[in-house]
């Protein structure tokens, strides 16, 4: 069974984001990039199902600049076999990029394709439910377990008030939630292999579909900076200070 | 100009939060119509005739919208856009789930998790777990949103909706419902609860998660964690407050042993009063907390339960 994996180049969690000074947008200059976070178990999940013989091929994509390489080459020094960039300079709506996976998911014929649930940048959570409705895929959203067996596959999801299972005709969308799994480190020699396997690059343009932006961004502001408080002395001020002067609780 | 926002409920109860969107909703046009989808739902739908500034229920009961699964929700809603220029739901688990596939089939962009409304076609958004805030047009003459409900005010129910049943049934067979697990708790909702009380990585293990019981119930708060604890696994994700996890926005919410990492602040920081207890005088928590207590959470908690 095939796996398409669809990942993007994100700024690194762990760094705080600036906004411009001109309000036109976020300032992403020398800063960190990484693979984002979920995409990352959406690979490691993949890689699981190939390591326990259910997958027989997995297969990275991403659509970007020429920089969005260096985590298609990440994933596959994780386990990925082989990589297409889907080459653009513009920031596409979840949308156009669904449109272009769609393409790629016909041309490949997976059976199961796995995102993550969202990106740490635009946090918008569709690309992969995009897909699914797109390709008339089934879909599995915020998953905690995979489990593929018997032409079917069975998702755990993580909803508001726990836990809900869902079992899904294959092919299937599937997009991760956190707990699914902890993903890996890549291996120095893996790192080395990944530098070997193929990673086609194919214009944007050429996929056939009209690109045009469906949103304009037209400003990006810093939030309202929560001013600190004060700091008590004791539970006994605490509750002091929430009964009269607060007024929270009675 | 017609609004259609998708009901959030569990066939039961309307989610607190879909007034919330209502609201959000007639921040856009006056004509708001509800859809509940379910099965016997009937309580769902005289609630939702009760939403003040709602003018007509559509009711979809059917055994094919019981788990509100996405294939089937999008495709009934798909049906009816043709009526309305704007659809929202509440970004809850069900709205996150299949909104997209309705702006997909319908071929327009996706606002998710607006926080303001400008105009009909402005809409203001967090963008980077909160930490920008981005201004966002959309140039489809459809608008399809997901609604942040804290950020906007429950609607009032002393209306009284005219109610329509739909006839049209839609199973596209590619899904099916095994199994919910969940968490029955006689404390308030998480995104509901007037107070919440949450713990971090400083509880150190599951067990002493018992701590905030007796403060939770004198206070009728929810209780919370931070996604250190659990990634730690002292308590299950549906506890999560966060950036992945429940964003809620309560009276009071109390950090306890939480250093406040961007993750976490984005999840609450939209709280009234943030009252912080840590033993980390330095912990980024204090710079967004109204009422700081530097304690050993240990000494700290069972204080605050006895003298409550």
Not at chain 1, 139 to 148: I, L, P, R
Not at chain 1, 157 to 173: I, K
Not at chain 2, 272 to 279: D, G, L, P, R, S
């Amino acid at each position: 069974m095939k796996v398409l994996v669809p990942i993007k180049r994100v700024i690194d969690y762990n760094v705080k984001v600036r906004v411009k000074a001109d309000n036109s947008d976020v300032d992403l200059t020398n800063t960190k990039m990484a693979i984002n976070p979920f995409c990352e178990i959406a690979v490691e999940e993949a890689v699981r199902l190939k390591e326990a013989g259910t997958v027989t091929e997995i297969i990275v994509v991403s659509v970007g600049d020429k920089t969005c390489q260096e985590q298609l080459r990440t994933a596959l020094a994780l386990g990925a076999d082989r990589a297409i960039q889907i080459e653009t300079d513009e920031s596409l709506d979840a949308l156009n990029i669904a449109k272009l996976l769609q393409k790629v998911v016909e041309e490949e014929q997976p059976q199961l394709v796995i995102l993550g649930k969202q990106s740490i940048d635009s946090d918008n959570n569709q690309t992969g439910q995009m897909l699914a409705a797109l390709t008339g895929m089934s879909q599995g959203t915020f998953a905690s377990e995979v489990v593929v067996a018997d032409g079917k596959v069975n998702v755990t999801r993580e909803v508001d008030g726990g836990l809900q299972t869902l079992a899904l005709t294959l092919p299937a969308v599937v997009t991760t939630d956190l707990r699914l799994n902890e993903p890996r480190y890549a291996s120095l020699p893996n790192i080395m292999k990944a530098k070997r396997k193929p990673l086609d690059v194919k214009p944007a343009a050429d996929f056939g579909i009209n690109l045009t932006a469906r949103t304009s961004l037209l400003k990006v502001t810093p939030p309202a900076e929560r001013q600190a408080g004060i700091m008590v002395g004791s539970i006994d001020e605490l509750i002091e200070k929430l009964k009269t002067e607060a007024k929270v609780i009675s | 100009m017609s609004i259609l926002v998708y009901a959030e409920h569990d066939n039961t109860e309307l989610k607190a939060d879909t007034l919330k969107t209502v609201t959000a909703a007639l921040k856009i046009g006056s004509d708001v119509h509800l859809l509940v989808a379910g099965a016997n739902c009937q309580s769902v739908v005289e609630q939702a005739a009760k939403v003040t500034g709602v003018t007509k229920v559509l009711v979809a009961d059917n055994a094919a919208y019981e788990h509100q699964l996405a294939e089937n929700v999008s495709a009934l809603v798909l049906e009816l856009a043709a009526d309305y220029d704007t659809i929202m739901a509440t970004a809850l688990t069900t709205g996150k789930n299949f909104m997209p596939r309705v702006a997909a089939l319908l071929d327009v962009a996706q606002i998710s998790d607006i926080i303001d409304v400008e105009s009909a076609d402005t809409f203001v958004r967090p963008i980077y777990a909160g930490n920008a805030i981005a201004t966002v047009k959309s140039l489809d003459v459809k608008k399809v949103l997901t609604v942040r409900a804290t950020a906007f005010d429950a609607a009032d129910t002393d209306g009284s909706a005219e109610v329509v049943t739909l006839s049209n049934v839609t199973d596209a067979g590619i899904s099916s419902h095994v199994k919910d697990e969940l968490t029955v708790s006689a404390r308030p909702d998480l995104g509901a609860a007037s107070i919440v009380i949450s713990g971090g990585r400083g509880m150190q293990n599951g067990e002493n998660f018992k701590l905030l019981d007796g403060i939770a119930d004198k206070l009728g708060a929810a209780i919370g964690a931070s996604r250190a604890a659990v990634d730690a696994g002292f308590v299950p994700n549906d506890m999560q407050v966060g950036q992945t996890g429940k964003i809620v926005a309560p009276d009071l919410y109390i950090a306890v042993g939480i250093s406040g990492a961007i993750q976490h602040l984005a999840g609450m920081k939209d709280s009234k009063v943030i009252v912080a207890i840590n033993k980390d005088p330095e912990a980024p928590i204090f710079q967004v907390a109204d009422y700081g207590l530097e304690a050993d959470l240990f000494d700290a908690l069972p204080e605050l339960e006895a003298k409550l």
